[in-house]
T-cell receptor
Framework: AQSVTQPDIHITVSEGASLELRCNYSYGATPYLFWYVQSPGQGLQLLLKYFSGDTLVQGIKGFEAEFKRSQSSFNLRKPSVHWSDAAEYFCAVLYNQAGTALIFGKGTTLSVSS | KAGVTQTPRYLIKTRGQQVTLSCSPISGHRSVSWYQQTPGQGLQFLFEYFSETQRNKGNFPGRFSGRQFSNSRSEMNVSTLELGDSALYLC???????????FGPGTRLLVL
């Protein structure tokens, strides 16, 4: 069955430090992968997506992610975290069969310490 | 271009009542999907509509239903509300299948 795993429920990073959020997926076909961010009480904002091509994708707010097929991973990175990056981050795979649906991981909450 | 809009933003209902939530997609988007977000279950897919047809449905009871109009606006309905239906309901739109989904701000439903 299709699934997405985000192993880290909560991560705390110092402001200015680098960040990596992990995501592993299980999907039989070529995956379409996404990272979304959610601030408290808000909807989901798209950070970046991978459909095909270059395995390193750039997104908004200085985020990037690398698709590694051999490891079934799509980890999100940022070289220098800002306090405003504190939020919940969701990795998702697009399940495309007789219609489309996003399958989400459980999310990783990022706290930023000063 | 305006984003996805959802109305109302907040709702309080009592058990046994029914509720209708509305979603207006981004102009030109023909696919609308609905998701339920709860602390325990996370984000779960409810259903997807494209050109007024339900193409995909998640694992939810029949109390959850939806429809899409010719202008691509969508509504979802929950009948006979239960306490466990308290959640943030998110709507997302995309141009067509296998495209990026853009989310609205959600409707927060509280069932008492």
């Amino acid at each position: 069955a299709q699934s997405v795993t985000q192993p880290d429920i909560h991560i705390t990073v110092s402001e200015g430090a680098s960040l990596e959020l992990r995501c592993n997926y299980s999907y039989g076909a070529t995956p379409y992968l996404f990272w979304y961010v959610q601030s408290p009480g808000q909807g989901l904002q798209l950070l970046l997506k991978y459909f095909s091509g270059d395995t390193l994708v750039q997104g908004i707010k200085g985020f990037e992610a690398e698709f590694k097929r051999s490891q079934s991973s799509f980890n999100l990175r940022k070289p220098s975290v800002h306090w405003s990056d504190a939020a919940e981050y969701f990795c998702a795979v697009l399940y495309n069969q007789a219609g489309t649906a996003l399958i989400f991981g459980k999310g990783t909450t990022l706290s930023v310490s000063s | 271009k305006a984003g996805v809009t959802q109305t109302p933003r907040y709702l309080i209902k009592t058990r046994g009542q029914q509720v209708t939530l509305s979603c207006s997609p981004i102009s030109g988007h023909r696919s609308v999907s609905w998701y339920q977000q709860t602390p325990g279950q996370g984000l779960q897919f409810l259903f997807e509509y494209f050109s007024e047809t339900q193409r995909n449905k998640g694992n939810f009871p029949g109390r959850f239903s939806g429809r899409q109009f010719s202008n691509s606006r969508s509504e979802m309905n929950v009948s006979t509300l239960e306490l466990g239906d308290s959640a943030l309901y998110l709507c997302a739109s995309s141009l067509s299948a296998s495209e990026t989904q853009y989310f609205g701000p959600g409707t927060r439903l509280l069932v008492l």
